[in-house]
Nanobody, 117 residues
Framework: QVQLVESGGGLVQPGGSLRLSCAAS????????MGWYRQAPGKERELVAR???????ALADSVRGRFTASKDTDNNTLYLQMNNLTPEDTAVYYC???????????WGQGTQVTVSS
């Protein structure tokens, strides 16, 4: 059974930082494509960052230089370090995985990030 459990969201002031975590189980973690997406109210879900294997292969222009995605293969956890947050970063953030075993896509439940003073 595949599980993606996100944590780390919350309310932060503009200019602040948060680190999102996604604990994965049931997938071939190191080999699987994983990523972070976000969906703001009234907008479509968009890709924030993607990691293929252990290499970051995509990063949204809007977060470049502020966000860093990484994989901890010892703990099967995906991270998104978010710095210098702005109100435009407010959204529900979702962890995504495409299991290398069978190329099936999985999603976490989402974690709310709100940037406001």
């Amino acid at each position: 059974q595949v599980q993606l459990v996100e944590s780390g969201g919350g309310l932060v002031q503009p200019g602040g930082s948060l680190r999102l975590s996604c604990a994965a189980s049931g997938i071939i973690f190191k080999a699987s494509r994983m990523g972070w997406y976000r969906q703001a109210p009234g907008k479509e879900r968009e890709l924030v960052a993607r990691i293929d294997g252990i290499r970051v292969t995509a990063l949204a222009d809007s977060v470049r230089g502020r966000f860093t995605a990484s994989k901890d293969t010892d703990n099967n956890t995906l991270y998104l370090q978010m710095n210098n947050l702005t109100p435009e970063d407010t959204a529900v953030y979702y962890c995504h995985a495409r299991n290398a075993r069978n190329l099936v896509d999985y999603w976490g439940q989402g974690t709310q990030v709100t940037v406001s003073s």
